[in-house]
């Protein structure tokens, strides 16, 4: 990798596009899981519809370990919007609770699902901690 005068890594991968690229806007993402991917499927809302009406117009396939690296992209380039520009706000019904308990029926099928519950329920706490206002608990601030 080349590097600029702050030090900074630079790539030398030269993109380029085809014929059909096509850009889109998408403010709904359905994400569909298997063991071998995640495809990530982009929506808009379309009120004309309805109130929850959503217009899927795009979708990605993603390997797991594209992901992880897509996931430290997205991080850092969150961060740096947010050091920019501010915490963005986050309303309450976008990020359903993790429950505390799982019940006992589905952890009979899954022995597994504890550690990914308390793994998601670690995320889930720590989003909140630094969302706030994300929390369907959360009771705005009188002025």
Known sequence: MDKTAQGIPQSTIEYSR????????A????????????????????QSLGPNAII??????????????LKYFLDSHLIAHEVQNGRIHIIPTLIPPV????????????????DIHIDLKAMYDAFIKANP???PDYVKPKK
């Not at 014929?19 to 806007?25: K, Q």
């Not at 403010?27 to 379309?46: A, C, P, Q, R, Y």
């Not at 799982?102 to 699902?113: D, F, S």
Request: no cysteine.
């Open 27 to 46: 403010n709904n993402v359905f994400l569909e899981s298997s063991f071998w991917d995640l495809k990530l499927i982009f929506g808009h809302t379309d």
């Open 56 to 69: 899927q117009n795009l979708a990605v396939t993603l390997s797991w370990s594209q992901l992880k690296v």
């Open 99 to 114: 429950p505390n308990q799982i019940p006992p029926e589905l952890l009979k099928q899954n022995p597994q699902l504890g």
């Open 18 to 25: 085809t014929d059909d690229f096509r850009e889109t806007y």
């Open 133 to 135: 206002e994300a929390s």
